[in-house]
């Protein structure tokens, strides 16, 4: 099996990004993989559902639950295009993830910022920085076109 790299995986990620986008979401976008294989997804659904916990990576950490039938994602990898908050950091903690890889850094409520970083899973591998300039743009039109 020949091993895609991160960028491929972020562009997916990204095109969700997009769907949240289109649909009025703050943008962000997030998929797991195992083995190559995406088996989670998911994009802001927040305004859409009413639901202030419908971040794209806790839809995408459900669904990646789901399709595994198991409770953690230790042989999984999060592709998401913002940094997560702390919510989305606890769940990425509790699914035991082996590691995250996000876009752009989120300096108001990015878990960088709140957290220590030992509260996050030592196990868990934290990469940033992939495609960084094409996530960061998608929020500030977002919040440009908000404004």
């Given at each position: ?66 399709h595994l039938q198991a409770k953690f994602l230790d042989q999984c990898i ?5 940094q997560p908050c702390v919510m989305c950091a606890g769940a990425i903690k ?54």
């Amino acid at each position: 099996m020949i091993a895609l790299d991160h960028a491929f995986f972020m562009k997916k990620a990204l095109l969700l990004a997009q769907q949240a986008y289109d649909e009025g979401e703050v943008p962000i976008g997030a998929i797991i993989v195992a083995n190559n294989e995406i088996i989670g997804k998911g994009y802001n659904q927040v305004e859409r559902l009413f639901d202030s916990t419908a971040h794209a990576e806790m839809l995408a950490i459900t669904a990646a639950f789901n399709h595994l039938q198991a409770k953690f994602l230790d042989q999984c990898i999060l592709y998401v295009t913002i940094q997560p908050c702390v919510m989305c950091a606890g769940a990425i903690k509790n699914a035991r993830l082996s590691k995250v890889v996000y876009g752009a850094n989120e300096p108001k409520t990015g878990c960088s910022m709140h957290l220590q970083p030992e509260f996050l899973n030592h196990k868990t591998e934290w990469i940033n920085g992939i495609m960084t300039d094409e996530c960061a743009a998608l929020m500030k039109n977002f919040f440009t076109q908000l404004r």
